[in-house]
């Protein structure tokens, strides 16, 4: 929403983009529209107008008409286990009409084909930059401004966590006390467990593949060895010897047509460009049959995940324009 209100100017006069917010919506603060539109900044500290007794929405497709929307955003939190309730947000709003831009992996992971082909028979856009690598350009990469490359595979680092707590075990912290330090730094969850099991890196591992190599692969198909089990003295005798452990994403195509994908904690040389991503910054190295192209984004704050869902509503609203 800061985004949004700080690039109103630029979206006007570079797009022609007007834009009000007609609803927001989240358990705490249930739903709330109002057609005429909100304001976004009083929106952030969940000031709202109280809708009349018995008036205000009482789902997400009465929510959506209510708030004659054009465009919904879905940022709800990550449910791996089935993409819910976020797949059945972006389905009602491509069903009314609206543009669907997530932030949210599950419903790729679990209803992508479903998704893209409800919003192609709909004519509406169903895009999802921000998933993987926040604001940094993947998947609106492939095919626009590669067109006709066969990806065979890809090899990064996506999970900022796991990178934190490897970097500060090389300085000599002990697991529990890296997990604290990330903690601090407001880079780790209270619980860490998603992360430090490796379940984020094989979520988006799965987005990709799913998404890019058009292969439907299941969650439980990613190879998937969390960072709990390296030691600090491993790490020390890694670097010793020259190389670095980080948290790696894989995957490969197999002879068979499949995709063999994998998250596990690998030793790198120093001279592997993974190996010097340090801290929060993330990478992806893609593996084309006409060339390798490696995409870094360097310490990314909440504002580059923002980016990506703004990124995806200008291409939406100009796309369909
Ligand atoms: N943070 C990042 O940098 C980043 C980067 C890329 C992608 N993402 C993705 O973006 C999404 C949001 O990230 P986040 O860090 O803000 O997650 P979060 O801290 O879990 O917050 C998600 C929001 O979703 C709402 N919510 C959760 N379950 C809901 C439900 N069943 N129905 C309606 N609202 C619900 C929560 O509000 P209530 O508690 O009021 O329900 C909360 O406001 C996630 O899917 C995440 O994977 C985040």
């Given at each position: 929403m800061r985004l949004l209100a700080a690039k109103e100017a630029t979206l006007r006069h570079e797009f022609g983009i007007e834009w009000k917010l007609t609803g927001v919506a989240s358990r705490r603060i249930g739903w709330v529209?109002?057609?005429?539109?909100?304001?976004?900044?009083?929106?952030?500290?969940?000031?709202?107008?109280?809708?009349?007794?018995?008036?205000?929405?009482?789902?997400?497709?009465?929510?959506?008409?209510?708030?004659?929307?054009?465009?919904?955003?879905?940022?709800?939190?990550?449910?791996?286990?089935?993409?819910?309730?976020?797949?059945?947000?972006?389905?009602?709003?491509?069903?009314?009409?609206?543009?669907?831009?997530?932030?949210?992996?599950?419903?790729?992971?679990?209803?992508?084909?479903?998704?893209?082909?409800?919003?192609?028979?709909?004519?509406?856009?169903?895009?999802?930059?921000?998933?993987?690598?926040?604001?940094?350009?993947?998947?609106?990469?492939?095919?626009?401004?590669?067109?006709?490359?066969?990806?065979r595979g890809f090899r990064g680092i996506l999970n900022s966590t796991t990178n934190v707590v490897l970097t500060e075990m090389e300085k000599g912290l002990t697991l529990d006390e890296a997990i604290k330090r990330a903690q601090e730094i407001g880079v780790a969850e209270t619980d860490p467990s998603n992360d430090l099991d490796g379940w984020d890196a094989a979520v988006k591992v799965a987005v990709l593949v799913i998404v890019l190599m058009g292969v439907p692969i299941k969650l439980e198909d990613v190879e998937r060895v969390g960072i709990r089990t390296v030691t600090p003295e491993q790490v020390a005798a890694a670097r010793a010897a020259g190389m670095r452990y980080k948290l790696i994403c894989r995957a490969a195509r197999t002879s068979d047509g499949g995709v063999r994908a994998s998250v596990r904690p690998q030793q790198l040389p120093l001279s592997d460009t993974l190996a010097m991503r340090e801290g929060t910054t993330s990478v992806l190295r893609f593996d084309m049959d006409v060339f390798g192209l490696t995409v870094v984004e360097h310490k990314p704050g909440v504002i580059a995940t923002a980016y990506g869902l703004l990124a995806d509503f200008i291409r939406a609203v100009k796309d369909s324009a």
């Open positions: 529209a109002e057609a005429k539109g909100l304001d976004p900044i009083a929106a952030l500290g969940h000031g709202f107008p109280k809708a009349p007794e018995g008036t205000a929405p009482r789902n997400v497709r009465e929510w959506l008409t209510a708030a004659r929307a054009d465009v919904l955003f879905e940022a709800s939190s990550l449910n791996r286990h089935d993409g819910q309730p976020a797949t059945d947000h972006l389905k009602a709003a491509l069903e009314s009409g609206a543009h669907a831009i997530s932030a949210n992996k599950g419903p790729i992971v679990h209803a992508y084909a479903e998704l893209r082909q409800l919003a192609h028979a709909k004519n509406r856009k169903f895009l999802f930059e921000s998933t993987v690598m926040d604001g940094a350009p993947i998947f609106s990469m492939f095919p626009h401004s590669l067109p006709a490359v066969e990806l």
